[in-house]
């Protein structure tokens, strides 16, 4: 059942009338994902590489929790499925794109449901929380992130971890000193059982 999800998603053109390049679906997970990343859509460099948070982004991610490159990579465990599979191109104004909605509608339920072993989703951002949460996400997503532990056993939301989060990060210790530790302490107890 994953393979004909995977193999539509990577097949999927939809929207490709409203994207500035070819689209190039990006998903990585399969039948042994327990850690499933939950991100916005891929940016510019992942949409080149064709390797999820194969970026500055992925880096700080990485950090959180608590694990190399090589192992984000090659542990089974671990997954990465954004709302929207492609890159939505570049905003003039700065940033990139948000991730268009009808792609999360069109796979989501889906892709998680041929995913049966997932123990923990990694929400990172607002829009992968305002999806996954619904009425159950707070006003912001700083809000939502605080309550994290409303969320849990399940899931965790996440700021992105962009440089444009730089600031927030500064805001907010919190995360570091609370947040963080707990997703690392998760990552290592999903990764040694």
């Known amino acids: 059942m994953l393979d004909a999800v995977l193999a539509d998603i990577r097949a999927c053109r939809v929207c490709a009338p409203d994207l500035p390049h070819d689209p190039r679906p990006v998903v990585r997970v399969g039948v042994d994902t327990r850690l499933l ?18 970026d500055p982004s992925g880096n700080r991610l990485r950090d959180w929790m608590g694990i190399d490159r090589e192992t984000f990579y090659g542990r089974p465990e671990i997954g990465v499925a954004a709302m929207a599979f492609c890159f939505p191109g570049t905003n003039p104004k ?80 919190w995360f570091e000193d609370e ?15």
């Open 37 to 54: 990343i939950c991100g916005q859509a891929p940016g510019r460099l992942v949409h080149e590489t064709g390797l999820p948070f194969n």
């Open 179 to 193: 947040v963080a530790p707990y997703l690392r302490r998760r990552v290592a107890g999903i990764l040694d059982s």
């Open 94 to 173: 700065g940033g990139d794109y948000p991730p268009p909605p009808r792609c999360a509608a069109l796979w989501r339920p889906r892709l998680l449901e041929s995913l049966p072993k997932v123990e923990l989703t990694l929400l990172v951002g607002s829009y992968a929380q305002a999806w996954a949460l619904g009425a159950r996400a707070k006003a912001s997503m700083t809000d939502t992130v605080a309550a994290w532990r409303d969320y849990g056993p399940d899931v965790l939301p996440l700021p992105h971890p962009s440089w444009r989060n730089t600031g927030w990060l500064k805001r907010n210790p």
